[in-house]
T-cell receptor
Framework: EVQLVESGGGLVRPGGSLRLSCVVSGFTFNTYAMHWVRQAPGKGLEWVASISSSRNYIYHADSVQGRFTISRDNAENSLYLQMNSLRAEDTGIYYCARDPGSDISGWLDYWGQGTLITVSS | SYVLTQPPSVSVAPGQTATITCEGNNILSKSVHWYQQKPGQAPVLVIYYNNDRPSGIPERFSGSNSGNPATLTISRVEAGDEADYYC???????????FGGGTKLSVL
């Protein structure tokens, strides 16, 4: 069974940093690209970042470029999102999701349950 | 940047057919994917590559991309289909995943 479990969420002050993790199981992690997607309270889905299986391709949304960094550790079956210079508008649920391709196919076939980030003073 | 436009809401009676649209510039040249999100839950893929269904998704769900707009059709709608639905494409000019704004399906 494919499973993706996010962690690392919580309350953080504006300007602060946080690192999200997503541990996966049930599939061969090092052969799949991965994504982070977020959802502000009561709002729609917003793509955050993508990374290919071998880290050859890494992309970030304009809204987080220069502040967030996606990475992965294939030996640990883990995906990460380093978030710096956090703003109130970064508040929301952050989902990790699997891409069915090794390079980025651009769609998401399995999703985790998400972890909540609240940026507030 | 590429933009996908969906109607905010669609209402349908049980047993009827719901059609949710997704508009985007030259969308015919792209593959459209659809996700269902019920309250308090993570999104679930219901259609990929315009009209393919993942295993476990009922045949009542179908998609089409013959030009603007792309559509998600749900036949014989049930109360359990009430959810938010999002269309999505990969914009290869910007290397970005793009989501539509979402459509809330209400079953009357």
């Amino acid at each position: 069974e494919v499973q993706l479990v996010e962690s690392g969420g919580g309350l953080v002050r504006p300007g602060g940093s946080l690192r999200l993790s997503c541990v996966v199981s049930g599939f061969t992690f090092n052969t799949y690209a991965m994504h982070w997607v977020r959802q502000a309270p009561g709002k729609g889905l917003e793509w955050v970042a993508s990374i290919s299986s071998s880290r050859n391709y890494i992309y970030h949304a304009d809204s987080v470029q220069g502040r967030f960094t996606i990475s992965r550790d294939n030996a640990e079956n883990s995906l990460y999102l380093q978030m710096n210079s956090l703003r109130a508008e970064d508040t929301g649920i952050y989902y990790c999701a699997r891409d069915p391709g090794s390079d980025i196919s651009g769609w998401l076939d399995y999703w985790g349950q998400g972890t909540l980030i609240t940026v507030s003073s | 940047s590429y933009v996908l436009t969906q109607p905010p809401s669609v209402s349908v009676a049980p047993g009827q057919t719901a059609t949710i649209t997704c508009e985007g510039n030259n969308i015919l040249s792209k593959s459209v994917h659809w996700y269902q999100q019920k309250p308090g839950q993570a999104p679930v893929l219901v259609i990929y590559y315009n009209n393919d269904r993942p295993s476990g998704i009922p045949e009542r769900f179908s998609g089409s991309n013959s030009g603007n707009p792309a559509t998600l059709t749900i036949s014989r709608v049930e109360a359990g289909d009430e959810a938010d639905y999002y269309c999505q494409v990969w914009d290869n000019s910007s290397d970005h995943v793009v989501f539509g704004g979402g459509t809330k399906l209400s079953v009357l």
